[in-house]
């Protein structure tokens, strides 16, 4: 079954401990995407990757860094997570056409943030 | 810088109704993609429809449709017979051509009446 798999589904955790939200792919898509959603401002992308090793920033990247080793894994990884980075995070995957990814994307199941 | 508009938060249709969506952006592209995700109380983000702006033809799929004005750069969901399961979060996002960055709506959250 073709899914974009976001681990883990909660967590609540607390200010300046380190977490990681893996997120993986099987559709062999090379766009992936991070973002975050809050009540009243919709969707914010925080980061892109158009292929391996290619990544950059969304509108709300800061606090926050990825990387991608390899096609199927986008991991996002809070180094130092604080209170305002309570939220609900999707991750995102698509094909990548001729001008850009203008495919729909596959999103996960969504990830609820809490920072104490 | 590029923005989405829905400028209503809340609607309510009775079941079987039609209701309109709206959507405004702002782009300075000529060509560019728009979509529009549904997200049911599950909070799964589900593709409902998607146009593409160099196509004058209004994008449908099944009780869907969309009413793309690009020189008013507008883009509104019409939902045909609405059902319950229509009940969610409905989000527009824009694509610019060329880039690899979404901008999306604050969503509007529609509940379908029985």
């Known amino acids: 079954e073709a899914q974009v798999t976001q681990n883990p589904r909660y967590l609540i955790t607390v200010t300046g401990k380190k977490l990681t939200v893996t997120c993986s792919q099987n559709m062999n898509h090379e766009y992936m995407s991070w973002y975050r959603q809050d009540p009243g401002l919709g969707l914010r992308q925080i980061y892109y990757s158009m292929n391996v090793e290619v990544t950059d920033k969304g509108d709300v990247p800061e606090g926050y860094k990825v990387s991608r080793k390899e096609k199927r894994n986008f991991p996002l990884i809070l180094e130092s997570p604080s209170p305002n980075q309570t939220s609900l995070y999707f991750c995102a995957s698509s094909l990548v056409g001729s001008t850009g990814p203008n495919q729909p994307q596959h999103f996960g199941d969504g990830t609820r943030l809490s920072i104490l | 810088a590029q923005t989405v508009t829905q400028s209503q938060p809340e609607m309510s249709v009775q079941e079987a109704e039609t209701v309109t969506l709206s959507c405004t952006y702002d782009t300075s592209e000529n060509n560019y993609y728009l979509f529009w995700y549904k997200q049911p109380p599950s909070r799964q983000m589900i593709l409902v429809i998607r146009?593409?702006?160099?196509?004058?033809q209004n994008a449908t799929e099944n009780r869907f449709s969309v009413n793309f004005q690009k020189a008013a750069k507008s883009f509104s969901l019409k939902i045909s017979d609405s059902q319950l399961g229509d009940t969610a979060m409905y989000f527009c996002a824009v694509l610019r051509s060329g880039t690899y960055k979404y901008i999306f709506g604050t969503g509007t959250r529609l509940k379908v009446l029985a």
């Open positions: 146009q593409e702006a160099y196509k004058q």
